[in-house]
């Protein structure tokens, strides 16, 4: 969402040291409506969604993730999508380049 290549290439990389299936990490891209989340995955994706876009994560979407993180996880989702839209600013405006 940030237009951030090498960020995006960097957790590419990690999700597939993880052993993370090709299929979901293409599946990121197109978003949390995207056929195959499960529900929980699909609110992660749709909270960094709305926080990007309108600043905060919606009360639907908030009582989704309420099912399965306590307060510190659910306020640790704010600050985790937060921290990278600075590191995608700052990378960006530095013009780091994918690593080859």
């Known amino acids: 969402l940030c237009d951030a290549p090498y960020e995006l290439a960097q957790h ?4 597939r040291d993880a052993g ?3 299929e979901d990490i293409a599946r990121v ?3 949390p409506d995207a056929p ?3 529900d929980f995955d ?3 994706l749709r909270a960094a969604d709305e926080l990007h876009e309108a600043a ?3 009360d639907a979407t908030w009582a989704t993730l309420a099912e399965r993180y306590d307060e510190q996880q659910l306020i640790e989702v704010c600050m985790v999508v937060g921290q990278y839209h600075l590191v995608s600013f700052t990378l960006n405006s530095l013009g780091v380049e994918i690593e080859g």
């Not at 590419?12 to 999700?15: C, H, S």
């Open 36 to 38: 195959g989340w499960d």
């Open 12 to 15: 590419e990389r990690i999700a």
């Open 42 to 44: 699909a609110a992660l």
């Open 56 to 58: 905060r994560i919606s």
């Open 29 to 31: 891209a197109a978003g």
């Open 20 to 22: 993370i299936p090709e």
